[in-house]
């Protein structure tokens, strides 16, 4: 992780647990105003049960004499600030979340960003190396011949045979030249196969057929 990154990090952690701390202001703040309700409500109970909507003089015009109108009136007038209150609360706890979880979501879809440009650099570091390239192709072997017993496959690209390599190959008179004067002595001979490298062993000998591999080898164009 560079430097940069950590201070975005670092950063969006930071705002995330101040956006937390806001939201836990407001919840505290909610309880606070409905506790404050409650209370006011408890003060219309012990006023003979009376409600928010209850009339306040009797049936004759006149003001009740069994309640105490200062503290109903009070207390309702309380109630209905409260519940503008608290309804002002909750927008603000229902915005504040939804901040939250956006910047949640977004810090998501950050983090999933990064994982798969790691995991991409990741692939990419430990993918094989550039092959070397080839100058020649097998395209027959016989069986038992030299060749096979040597592991040669039909379609092996070969990059290495002895001495012969890209660089020095002219024709492949260079390998017949490298073959006759190694009769009986092993040669290393490099191919790509299935676009891996391999090494193998390969002693040029006379055998029941024809030539000292077994083997036809044809020239690449590049």
């Known amino acids: 992780m560079s430097g940069e990154e950590a201070r975005r990090r670092a950063e969006s952690s930071e705002a995330r647990a101040a956006a937390v701390s806001d939201i836990q202001e407001l919840m505290r703040r909610k309880e606070e105003i409905e ?4 209370a006011n409500y408890d003060v219309l109970e012990s006023q003979k049960g009376i409600g928010m ?4 003089v009797d049936c004759e015009g006149y003001p009740r004499a069994d309640v105490d109108l200062y503290q109903v009136r009070t207390a309702r007038h309380n109630i209905i600030c409260l ?3 608290h309804k002002a ?13 956006a910047r949640d979501k977004e810090k998501q879809a950050r983090d999933m960003a990064e994982a798969q440009e790691e995991a ?3 692939r990419l570091g430990s993918s094989s190396p550039v092959l070397p390239q080839a100058f020649a192709k097998v395209n027959s072997i016989s069986p038992g011949s030299p060749a096979s017993i040597a592991g040669l496959q039909v379609d092996d690209e070969i990059v290495e045979f ?9 024709s492949l008179q260079n ?11 092993p040669l290393s001979v490099m191919v790509i196969r299935r ?3 391999q090494q193998l062993r390969l002693t040029p000998m006379r055998w029941a057929g024809r030539g000292l591999l077994g083997c036809n080898i044809i020239p690449l164009q590049r």
């Open 83 to 85: 519940q503008n209150d």
């Open 195 to 197: 676009g891996e490298k």
């Open 120 to 122: 991409l650099s990741r």
């Open 53 to 56: 909507n209850e009339p306040l």
């Open 162 to 170: 002895g001495s012969v390599n890209t660089q020095n190959f002219q």
């Open 89 to 101: 609360v909750m927008k603000q706890v229902e915005e504040a979340l939804h901040q939250l979880h």
């Open 35 to 38: 506790a404050q309700i409650k």
């Open 175 to 185: 390998v017949g030249s490298v073959v006759q004067h190694s009769e009986g002595k």
